[in-house]
DNA sequence: ATGGCTTATTGTATAAGA
């Protein structure tokens, strides 16, 4: 099984290369974060064709989340339970017995934005609903843009970033809490090469001098740690014309 | 040198991203 996660930064503008990643990549699931548009600009038939089920919880301009699958999805559910959220940011579903869980979490803008504590009160709402959601589901996997670089090794430049946003100790703190559930940071199962990241400012030719942040990320629970079998960024899509800032991060599992 | 780019919007500048 292979499952991946991609912050597409509006899937209107990026619908080609996603096509093409899935056609070369065949994952079993997707996940996409920023897809700016809401639910009926949706592009299920072009998804179908390529042999993609899709479900999506989006709004217009902002945030918008998907799953794409060739599989059948059930009990698919949006948004956190008790969460008053207008933003679209969390949808899941179950793919055969895994619960695929794809989420933006905010980006927090900067520490002393209210936006910071909507990203920490969010943060805080999402490992009360996931601590739910491991007790009936045990394999389950959360995909998606953390806005959280967890440690100073996912950081291109730990003093330039130190105490800012995405860097931030109660953002990383946040992050263990989610770890602390025996949720898995799948990345770093493996042995990785220094300096890997998920993002990449298009200012500053910061691709090119390799000035990103690992911030996407696949986190799988206790029960299907074992089953984890590589991980890695695929760096290839950040190449191409028009590209997201953000690359996939993509985990392969042997289970079915 | 605190910007640089990209996206969406009833836009020709602004907001947001990270």
């Known amino acids: 099984m292979k ?17 093409d990643w899935i056609a070369l990549e065949k994952p079993d699931v997707l996940c996409l974060q920023e897809t700016k548009q809401e639910d009926s ?8 064709e390529a042999g993609y089920n899709a479900i999506h919880s989006g709004q217009k ?14 009990d698919v559910s949006t948004g956190i339970p008790g969460l008053n959220d207008e ?60 806005n959280i670089a967890p ?10 970033w130190a105490g800012q946003v995405l860097v931030s100790e109660p953002e990383r703190e946040a992050f263990r809490i989610l770890s602390a559930l025996g949720l898995h940071d799948s990345f770093r199962l493996f042995e990785q090469e220094d300096s890997s990241f998920s993002w990449w400012d298009y200012r500053m030719a910061a691709f090119r001098r390799n000035l990103g942040l690992r911030i996407d990320h696949i ?22 014309e028009r590209p997201s800032d953000h690359t996939p991060v993509v985990l392969e599992l042997t289970c079915a």
């Not at 301009?61 to 059930?74: C, D, Q």
């Open 87 to 146: 933003q679209k940011r969390l949808i899941a579903a179950t793919i055969g017995d895994v619960r695929i869980v794809c989420a933006y979490i905010p980006n927090g803008q900067s520490v002393d934005s209210d936006k910071y504590q909507y990203k920490l009160g969010w943060l805080e709402a999402l490992s009360a609903y996931l601590k739910d959601e491991l007790a009936r589901y045990p394999k389950l996997a959360l995909l998606g843009d953390y």
């Open 61 to 74: 301009t902002y945030n918008g989340v998907a799953i794409l699958s060739p599989h059948l999805m059930e």
């Open 41 to 48: 600009k949706f592009p299920y038939d072009a998804l179908k």
């Open 3 to 19: 499952l991946a996660t991609w912050n597409v930064n509006s899937l209107n503008v990026r619908l080609p290369h996603v096509l």
């Open 151 to 160: 440690e100073d090794r996912d950081v291109h430049d730990p003093a330039a």
């Open 219 to 240: 986190l799988v629970s206790d029960a299907l740690k074992n089953d984890c079998l590589r991980c890695w960024i695929d760096k290839s899509p950040r190449k191409l």
